[in-house]
């Protein structure tokens, strides 16, 4: 399922760019996505009308005025789509793909055992049935007979096997562990250096068509957490235990059942796709698919010239303009299932101290710069659920702008202003500074903000811009930042452990911050074991409100997010559950 958030929640991020791509579906994993941040729910304009597809009744559409009025450019490849994105880091792989971009690649290539439809609820994809034992331990999968990877072989409960195994390998450094860390026989497996354990004894393969994993305990989000990752080919990817560097040198050839076949890739420009004629949901209607790398300087022009067919873009009242201006673009938009962030490395003796953490919530402008980007569009983001989520509770510190408490807090901390305005503490100035990425109008609107309401604490912000791509490897990858800011594409369940749990405080896991909380550890266990949803929710509500007092992250912002479809683009179907690459092996391409 998605890849955003935890269990029901597909996490995402949300707010910032003009540009391109993000989404805050989940994609095809089920589990949280960084990304840079989304777009707005557009400016009413002329006024939107409901025309989508979509049964659900939060996607909203501004129909195009002229949609004949489609450029040369786009009449001119009458058999390709063409959509625009981020950058992607290049792990084209579904246990290794670290960001929403990646995650589109790996979607298009692979399928998994499950989807989930538009509300988040799990679906049959290449499982076409599944049963859980009574004590809720056991998932058994029944696959789909006849599915075949591009490379002619036939998908069977060995290579779901095989991919399940390799999230458990002793060396294995993807931010997917969180999915088979729970299965019986893990540890033994993972810790097992010299092979004596040569099998992961929570997976059975029963028979070609037929696995089961079995838990330690009860996991409530494991269906919409852990089975929709794309399935590899055991025979393409097979390594000898310990040696997963085989996966990581076919980063770019990936290969898979899915309803696209990986042609090229040219990094920093664009990813190229032919349709698997032998697709087994029906092969593709578009030929071919480009994912183009655009950004906010560049994406309305792509949009409006025909250089891409589909892209997110901020809903902001002038951009919405220019797009209906062009007369042949529609423009959907739906509450994102994401939010926005800065991430502040704990392991700092400077940001240890929540009570500093705290001061720089109270001593940013949020509000203001919300005003700002945003432009009525946008919400300040208290805690890391989504607005859309069954769990998300209205009822923690709402931060406002303080900038007297935020001093006051940073002097009790023992950060005292020098002479020259500045504080320090044992001799060491308060400086930040602040990875970012380039090509994003959020990040613009944001860096004088924070410049200047933290210089007025007597704070030194530096910000050091550079492609998402290489800020995603510092964070996650490396560990290797003082603050950074993203956001985060949701899962459909609002399981935080994908994210926050103690076992993601590892190079390559998402808990990049290294926040490490007992409490938080605790009812993040008791969510996971607790299956009536009220008292889940009740569970996740006390975390919410934790999260909201220590501050892992300053949280940021809301959004919703916002497309602009060609007119010649016909059945593509998109809301906060479901991205663009999952159905669209259905859509068309039109001469309006």
Known sequence: MKKKAPAFLVLLMVVVLILTSCSSSTSGTGQNQPQQQAQQPPAQGSGPVDVSKSESS?????????????????????????????????????????????????????????????????????AESWDISEDGKTYTFHLKKG??????????????????????????????????????????Y???????????????????????????????????????????????????????????????????????????????QEIDFEANPNYWKGAPKIKNLIMKVTNADTVIQELTTGGVD?????????????????????????PSNSY?????????????????????????????????????????????????????TDDINKYPYDPDKANQLLDEAGWVKGSDGFRYKDGEKFVIHWMTYTGSKYVDTLIPIVKDNWGKLGIEVVPELME?????????????????????????????????SISQDVKGGFNSVGWRNDESEKLIEQGLRETDQQKRKEIYQQWIKLANEELP?????????????????????????EDWTYYIYQAELVNP
């Open 58 to 126: 939060v996607v909203k559409v501004i129909e195009a005025s002229n949609p004949a009025n489609i450029p040369a450019a786009a009449k001119n490849r009458p058999d390709t789509l063409i959509v625009g994105t981020t950058a992607p880091s290049g792990k084209f792989n579904p246990i290794y793909a670290d960001s929403v971009y990646d995650s589109y690649v790996t979607e298009l290539v692979f399928d998994g055992l499950l989807m989930n439809d538009e509300k988040g609820n799990p679906i049959p994809n290449v």
């Open 147 to 188: 599915i075949k990877f591009t490379n002619g072989q036939e998908l069977t409960a060995k290579d779901v096997e095989f991919t399940y195994t390799a999230i458990a390998d002793p060396n294995y450094d993807g931010p997917r562990m969180d999915s088979v860390m729970d299965l019986v026989g893990y540890d033994e």
């Open 190 to 268: 993972h810790n097992d250096k010299e092979g004596k354990v040569p099998k992961l004894e929570g997976i059975k393969v029963i028979d070609d068509y037929t696995i089961s994993f079995t838990l330690k305990d009860v996991k409530a989000s494991a269906l919409t957490s852990d089975f929709g990752y794309g399935i590899m080919c055991k025979d393409y990817y097979n390594f000898e235990k310990g040696n997963i560097q085989k996966l990581k040198d076919l980063f770019l050839k990936p290969m898979g059942s899915g309803a696209y076949v990986f042609k090229d890739y040219k990094a920093g």
């Open 310 to 334: 589909v892209d997110i873009v901020a809903a902001r009242p002038e951009n919405i303009k220019m797009l209906q201006d062009a007369g042949f673009i529609n423009i959907i938009y739906y």
């Open 340 to 392: 926005g962030y800065i991430g502040w490395n704990l392991r700092l003796d400077k940001f240890k101290d929540k009570r500093v953490r705290q001061a720089l919530m109270y001593g940013l402008n949020r509000q203001g710069f919300i005003d700002a980007y945003y432009k009525g569009y946008g919400q300040v983001c208290n805690a890391p659920v989504s607005l859309v989520s069954w769990a998300y």
């Open 468 to 500: 998402f791509s290489t800020l995603s490897t510092k964070v996650y990858d490396e560990q290797n930042f003082e603050m950074y800011n993203m956001a985060w594409s949701l899962s459909i369940d609002p399981d935080p452990s994908g994210i926050f």
């Open 553 to 577: 992250y300053l949280f940021l912002s809301y959004s919703d997010d916002a497309y602009g479809i060609s007119s010649r683009v016909k059945g593509l179907k998109i809301s906060p559950y």
